[in-house]
């Protein structure tokens, strides 16, 4: 059983430019959440989808989105990126919403110049 | 509201000694209770979860955590480290939104 998918493992941006990070979840899942995590403020939740809607949303700007399909893949965007985004960005997967990630992919190493 | 306090950033063990990482929570409800861990340049992995029920909870690599209510606590044990285990492991709490709250990590270092 294919884990949990995250794509591409690592990008480098500049000030000012977007970014869209892709998630595919364990086949069967269909919550996805998103997590930031820095060395100065550790993980932090940003979002998590259900059934393509936004279930739950943690203190991020509106910079950051985010969007779930019909098959459940998930993903994130952040516009206007900053310094600060710079950041491992990891997703998780469960098979309902609200309920606690068991699996979590590898992550998207965001970083920007 | 939801914390958690994970005290030590850094744990150094011996190889076949005890480990023992600590993890405080405040909740103004029942709490539930993870411990992760992550591997070098990997996503984080599931150890072991605390809900209802029974307070000494095992996981997997032969871990172990106790919640103790009065103590505000649910730290990590096992009894014998491997170089493997050689880690960061989190700590976390549901917060009353389901979000999941982590703690700042404890790196674990085993020496042989």
């Known amino acids: 059983k294919a884990g949990v998918t995250q794509t591409p493992r690592y990008l480098i941006k500049t000030r000012g430019q977007q970014v869209t990070l892709s998630c595919s979840p364990i086949?069967?899942?269909?919550?996805v959440s998103w997590y930031q995590q820095t060395p100065g403020q550790g993980l932090q939740f940003l979002f998590e989808y259900f059934s393509e809607t936004q279930r739950n949303k943690g203190n991020f700007p509106g910079r950051f989105s985010g969007r779930q399909f019909s098959n459940s893949r998930s993903e994130m965007n952040v516009s206007t990126l900053e310094l600060g985004d710079s950041a491992l960005y990891l997703c998780?997967?469960?098979?309902?919403?609200?309920?606690?990630?068991?699996?979590f992919g590898d992550g998207t190493r965001l970083s920007i110049l | 509201a939801q914390s958690v306090t994970q005290l030590g950033s850094h744990v150094s063990v011996s190889e076949g000694a005890l480990v023992l990482l600590r993890c405080n929570y405040s909740s103004s409800v029942p709490p539930y209770l993870f411990w992760y861990v992550q591997y070098p340049n990997q996503g984080l992995q599931l150890l072991l979860k605390y809900t209802t029920g029974a307070t000494l909870v095992k996981g997997i690599n032969g871990f172990e955590a106790e919640f103790k209510k009065s103590e505000t606590s649910f730290h990590l044990t096992k009894p014998s480290a491997h170089m493997s285990d050689a880690a960061e492991y989190f700590c976390?709490?549901?917060?009353?939104?389901?979000?999941?709250?982590f703690g700042t990590g404890t790196r674990l270092q085993v020496f042989p």
């Open positions: 998780a997967s469960s098979l309902s919403a609200g309920q606690q990630p068991q699996h």
């Open positions: 086949s069967g899942h269909r919550s």
């Open positions: 976390a709490v549901r917060g009353d939104t389901d979000k999941l709250i």
